[in-house]
Structures are given as C-alpha cells and as structure tokens.
C-alpha cells in the first residue's frame, strides 16, 4: 500500500489480522495522492495556513471516501501503523481521543470486544445465506417494515462486552460505596 503511515507489507507483526485494511475495487483519494494525507505530529511547514488547507483538502476527499468508516475502524485498532498521516479524516491526537473513548465505553480490551461483534456479525451473514426466509415469510417481514418501518434487532451482548461492562459497573461500585473512606479502607457489608 501506498499510503503514507502504514508499514510495508512485509511488517504484518504490527496488524491486528482481525482487522484488514478495507479495500475497494476504485482506488481511493489517499491511494492516488497520499502526500495529501501526509501530515506529521506537529506539522506546519512553511506557512500554518497551508497546512490547515491540506488537512481540510483531506477531511473533504475523506468524507466521500467509501470505506471511510472501515479504515476508520483500522486506524483505530492499529495504532502503531497509524501514528502519522490522515485516515479517516482523523488526525493522530483525534484518534487517540477516539481510543480512549473507546476504552471507557468498553473496557480496556476493546479491540477483542469490536472483533468479537464483527465475527458474530459475519456468523448471522453467512447463517442469512444458508438458511434464507421462504416466501410466506419474506412477505411478512416485507409487510411488516413498510407498516412498522424498520426494528433495530434485540441481540445479545457478547461475552466479552458483558465481561467488560460487568468490571466497569464493578468498579464504579466500589468507588460509590467507599468514597469519603480513607485510602485502603472499605465498608463492611
């Protein structure tokens, strides 16, 4: 890949294999031109508001990007590709932050927890295809949207999110019922 950021092909150590790089079948705005999106910590070259310009110029080229939220997703979980550059109309601090949101909505492992929705995701798809609706009930499903309009479904969590959001609850907990103790201490129950 040409894009600046990203370690060569042969430097896979770095990748999470669960996330790919998204690819799509027209190259994209940072494939023909990825000096556009090569844009360092503290960059400024010559003149501020050139590099303020080139940033835009990507956050625009970015926003009718395609796979923008996939390779979105991929910066987030491979960091040490992603330290320098645009992706995703990013830039690294905004990532970072993103990364930390993360974090705190799920758990420290959210990495495991993200590819454990994308594999569940890719088991219902493929479960979709082998197992399809006959047409009495596609009818029904049909009937129903235009009358209901479209249903988020109820899923489970997976057990790695329920893990994490159990810990966290756990913590805050904790931190509830001791707080105004001094350090160490805890209530008896």
Not at 35 to 56: N, P, S
Not at 59 to 86: D, E, F
Not at 151 to 176: E, H, I, K
């Amino acid at each position: 890949m040409t894009r600046p950021g990203i370690p060569k092909t042969t430097d896979h150590a770095v990748l999470d294999p669960r996330f790919p790089f998204p690819h799509t079948a027209t190259g994209t705005v940072c494939q023909k031109t990825p000096a556009l999106f090569d844009l360092t910590i503290g960059d400024r070259g010559a003149d501020r508001a050139a590099t303020e310009k080139r940033l835009a110029q990507a956050r625009r080229a970015c926003a009718s990007c395609p796979i923008a939220v996939a390779c979105l997703r991929w910066a987030l979980v491979n960091k040490p590709a992603t330290r320098i550059g645009v992706f995703a109309s990013t830039t690294p601090r905004q990532r970072t932050e993103l990364r930390l949101r993360l974090a705190d909505r799920l758990g420290p492992g959210w990495i495991d927890v993200l590819a454990a929705e994308d594999e569940q995701r890719r088991q219902r798809a493929a479960a979709a295809r082998h197992d399809p609706l006959t047409v009495p009930q596609s009818r029904i499903v049909h009937l129903d949207r235009e009358i209901n309009g479209p249903m988020r479904p109820q899923r489970r969590l997976p057990a790695v999110r329920q893990q994490s959001n159990r810990a966290l609850l756990d913590t805050a907990a904790r931190q509830f019922y001791n707080r105004g103790l001094p350090h160490g201490q805890t209530r008896s129950a």
